[in-house]
């Protein structure tokens, strides 16, 4: 749609001047386009074993895995700050990880018990789980190799049962970030079939195989074990139009939200699924991001609060709906400060 030369004001200056609307606070806030608050924010926690265990992620400053007790605190502030979901991301340990993961389908899992545990206490906050068998799986792979291949049929049958377990534990919406195909329709009939139609599925949809990943992995501690790498069921950065017919086969086979992945060198993506779809779209600002971020911050060399509202609000006006970070809690405080 073309602007009216009148509103664009082409040739009219000075009687159209741009930087009016901005000479005070309150003119700017009236003229804002997109606006950031603490109900766009999940914020994904990393969990340990134990009781009153915090553990540093080294690539990660500020970011800590928690023993399940400990993750029932920090939900505590998480939620007095306002914020809506969480999104449980566990640490297994290393003598529980299988070629097939099979941890990943215990009902009594380190995720399920701190699912029911955080469940218990607060029943109002939206809790999101992983499915995929990355922190299960002693290759590091999300899926089930053999002879070298991560297969996808054997594999979405595993991640099915990974979804029920999760949904029975009381999780509220399964995120599958496996990238298999067919994964969505299939967990969608599972859960359909354990009683669970009202667990909803935010598909990880357009997820591509990224460096940015690196923290990530090292806080679920699946980096020194991965073999090779994700490419051939994670995307190719290259490519949009491919996005937009995972999205398209996501939503057909009935996901309720889409995720992009990673957020901020992806904002096109985030753009262009939210006008092709419509759908609830989320951003996860990835590990990789956080770190560059918190990594200029440490030396002084970048302004973080006002560095990190920029990236969020960012992906507002990209189209996104929420957004996953980790820097959640500093976005929420720094919101409430106003
Ligand atoms: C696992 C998974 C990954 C992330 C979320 N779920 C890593 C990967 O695919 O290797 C990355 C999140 C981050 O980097 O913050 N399937």
Redesign the pocket.
């Known amino acids: 749609m073309a602007i009216p030369e009148v509103l664009a004001g082409r040739g009219r200056f000075p009687r159209t001047r741009m930087r009016r609307n901005r000479r005070a606070p309150w003119s700017r806030a009236l003229v804002a386009e997109t606006r950031l608050s603490v109900l766009d924010l999940i914020w ?1 926690i990393f969990v340990i074993e134990g009781e009153n265990r915090r553990e540093p992620v080294p690539s990660m400053p500020g970011v800590d895995r928690l023993s399940s007790d400990l993750v029932a605190d920090a939900v505590a502030e998480a939620v007095g700050l306002g914020i809506q979901a969480i999104a449980l991301f566990p640490y297994v340990e290393p003598e529980l990880k299988t070629p097939e993961g099979d941890e990943a389908v215990n009902a009594d899992n380190l995720v399920c018990r701190t699912i029911r545990r955080i469940k218990a206490a607060y029943p109002g906050l939206g809790v999101i789980c ?1 499915v ?1 068998l ?1 922190p299960f799986s002693s290759h590091g792979h ?1 899926g089930v190799c053999r002879d070298g291949k991560v297969v996808n049929d054997e594999s979405v049958a595993i991640l099915c049962r990974q979804a029920v377990v999760q949904a029975e534990a009381g999780c509220d919406i399964v995120a599958p ?2 990238m298999m195909d067919g994964r969505v329709g299939a967990i969608r009939d599972a859960l359909d079939q354990a009683g669970c139609a009202d667990t909803q599925i935010m598909a990880y949809a357009a ?1 591509f195989a990224s460096a ?2 690196g ?3 090292d806080a679920i501690g699946s980096s020194g074990a991965l073999v090779g790498d ?1 490419k051939t069921y ?1 995307m190719d950065p290259a490519n949009a139009l491919e996005a937009l017919r995972e999205v398209a086969l996501d939503i057909e086979e009935g996901a309720d939200m889409v995720i992009v992945k990673p957020g901020m060198p992806y904002l096109d993506i985030i753009q262009r699924v939210k006008a092709s779809f419509g759908v609830p779209t989320f951003a ?1 600002n ?3 991001e956080y770190a560059m971020l918190r990594a200029a911050a440490d030396r002084d060399w970048i302004d973080y609060p006002r560095a990190l509202l920029e990236s969020l609000l960012a992906f507002k006006r990209a189209g996104a709906d929420g957004i996953l970070t980790y820097a959640a809690l500093d976005a929420a405080r720094l919101l409430k400060e106003g």
Request: proline share 11%.
């Open positions: 994904p992983d995929a990355d999300d970030s496996d997820k940015f990943y923290p990530f992995r994700k994670q996860y990835v590990s990789g």
